[in-house]
């Protein structure tokens, strides 16, 4: 079986988790700090707050600028649950709005229809990989005087119009979970250039502390360990050569497939996080693919405005074909020459 994803681990990552055990101190220490300096200046931002999870990083974020009850919040229809949920944890209301077509991500157009005299905050989600439209998403928001929380959980290294997400919104978040661009077993990141929401967002991850004991918000135990931040500090180094493996994986796939192939903004700098093709009967697809020895994922099987959970009673004619027909194929960066073109050969004898 060639599975949709497969961390690359090398000595560097051991050697690291091995330093961090003899140390003693497996908990948030000099290590994160060090993971946090270097993912900062990577992103080109200031600030970067480290968090056990993106889950745990999204919901810091809204918190950190203040989302609370009766607050609106705009965001897509097609995402991972979490970019929705971190909204209700503040007891705020997740608004959704469909996608584009092509592009998968939120439908920018869409965005100004929905703004009330609620809503606080926009959050994008670079869906797969590819950015969002963000100069559109950021004019809107200074318009509207809004908050743009990029979640780039599915996108490091990514690019729009030269500039890495994560420095182009107000605040960004990231994900290490253990099938993203890079790992860090579990782990989230918040980065911003803004002083005052990257002291806040350390509090809120620290129960609400500045001082030791002494509890000035609410906040949660949402540090990342030192064990963790080892991880993502040796996978940092290998980002961008491991995102050019998946790149180039694409490129393969692109000359090759002949089924309806992911559309890369030409702007955009796609990291491939999902390398994801359309098929109209996807469940006999699918089928093919299980017997014939090629791992998938379907991202996401139900849009996020019909969970039960949003009872948003709102239906977005893009995201709902999109949830039925689209399948990401392998791209990771573990792939070896010949599972790509095992898996091209797979997917072109259907039809
Ligand atoms: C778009 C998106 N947002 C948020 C998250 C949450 O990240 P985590 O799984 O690290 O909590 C994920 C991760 O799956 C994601 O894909």
């Given at each position: 079986?060639i599975?949709?994803?497969?961390?690359?681990?090398?000595?560097?990552?051991?050697?690291?988790?091995?330093?961090?055990?003899?140390?003693?101190?497996?908990?948030?220490?000099?290590?994160?700090?060090?993971?946090?300096?270097?993912?900062a200046?990577y992103?080109?931002?200031n600030?970067?707050?480290?968090?056990?999870?993106?889950?745990?990083?999204?919901?810091?974020?809204?918190a950190s600028?203040?989302?609370?009850?009766?607050?609106?919040?705009?965001?897509?229809?097609?995402?991972?649950?979490?970019?929705?949920?971190c909204?209700l944890?503040?007891?705020?209301?997740?608004?959704?709005?469909?996608?584009d077509?092509?592009?998968?991500?939120?439908?920018?157009s869409?965005?100004?229809?929905?703004?009330?005299?609620?809503?606080?905050a926009?959050?994008?989600?670079?869906?797969?990989?590819?950015?969002?439209?963000?100069?559109?998403?950021?004019?809107?928001?200074?318009?509207?005087?809004?908050?743009?929380?990029?979640d780039?959980?599915?996108?490091?290294?990514?690019e729009?119009?030269?500039?890495?997400?994560?420095?182009?919104?107000?605040?960004?978040?990231?994900?290490?979970?253990?099938?993203?661009?890079?790992?860090?077993?579990?782990?989230?990141?918040?980065?911003t250039?803004d002083?005052?929401?990257?002291?806040?967002?350390k509090?809120?991850?620290n129960?609400?502390?500045?001082?030791?004991?002494?509890?000035?918000?609410l906040?949660?135990?949402?540090r990342?360990?030192?064990?963790?931040?080892a991880?993502?500090?040796?996978?940092?180094?290998?980002?961008?050569?491991?995102?050019?493996?998946?790149?180039?994986?694409?490129?393969?796939?692109?000359?090759?497939?002949?089924?309806?192939?992911?559309?890369?903004?030409?702007?955009?700098?796609?990291?491939?996080?999902?390398?994801?093709i359309?098929?109209?009967?996807?469940d006999?697809?699918?089928?093919?693919?299980?017997?014939?020895g090629?791992?998938?994922?379907?991202?996401?099987?139900?849009p996020?405005?019909?969970?039960?959970l949003?009872?948003?009673?709102?239906?977005?004619?893009?995201?709902?074909?999109?949830?039925?027909?689209?399948v990401?194929?392998?791209?990771?960066?573990?792939?070896?020459?010949?599972?790509?073109?095992?898996?091209?050969?797979?997917?072109?004898v259907?039809?």
């Amino acid at each position: 079986m060639i599975p949709i994803s497969k961390p690359v681990l090398g000595k560097e990552e051991f050697k690291a988790v091995e330093e961090v055990l003899e140390s003693g101190m497996l908990a948030q220490g000099d290590v994160v700090k060090e993971f946090e300096d270097k993912f900062a200046a990577y992103i080109g931002v200031n600030y970067a707050v480290a968090t056990n999870s993106g889950t745990a990083a999204l919901h810091t974020a809204l918190a950190s600028i203040g989302i609370r009850n009766g607050d609106e919040v705009i965001t897509t229809s097609f995402s991972f649950f979490a970019t929705a949920s971190c909204v209700l944890m503040q007891n705020a209301k997740p608004i959704f709005v469909d996608i584009d077509s092509r592009t998968y991500n939120i439908s920018q157009s869409e965005i100004e229809d929905k703004i009330s005299e609620r809503t606080k905050a926009i959050i994008p989600v670079h869906l797969y990989g590819q950015p969002c439209k963000m100069k559109e998403i950021m004019d809107i928001a200074e318009e509207h005087n809004l908050t743009v929380i990029e979640d780039a959980a599915q996108a490091h290294g990514a690019e729009y119009d030269g500039k890495k997400v994560g420095f182009i919104g107000d605040i960004a978040v990231f994900s290490f979970y253990s099938t993203k661009n890079i790992i860090a077993g579990e782990g989230g990141m918040i980065t911003t250039n803004d002083e005052r929401i990257a002291e806040r967002a350390k509090m809120i991850r620290n129960h609400g502390q500045r001082e030791r004991y002494l509890h000035e918000c609410l906040g949660y135990n949402y540090r990342m360990t030192n064990i963790a931040a080892a991880i993502g500090l040796a996978q940092l180094k290998k980002l961008d050569k491991l995102n050019e493996r998946r790149i180039n994986n694409a490129r393969y796939y692109n000359k090759r497939l002949n089924v309806d192939k992911p559309y890369v903004a030409p702007n955009a700098k796609h990291v491939f996080h999902q390398y994801t093709i359309r098929v109209k009967e996807r469940d006999k697809f699918l089928e093919h693919l299980e017997k014939n020895g090629v791992g998938y994922g379907i991202y996401y099987p139900v849009p996020l405005s019909r969970q039960p959970l949003f009872n948003s009673g709102s239906y977005f004619r893009e995201a709902e074909l999109a949830s039925k027909e689209v399948v990401s194929i392998p791209v990771h960066p573990a792939l070896s020459k010949e599972d790509v073109k095992r898996v091209a050969e797979v997917v072109n004898v259907y039809e």
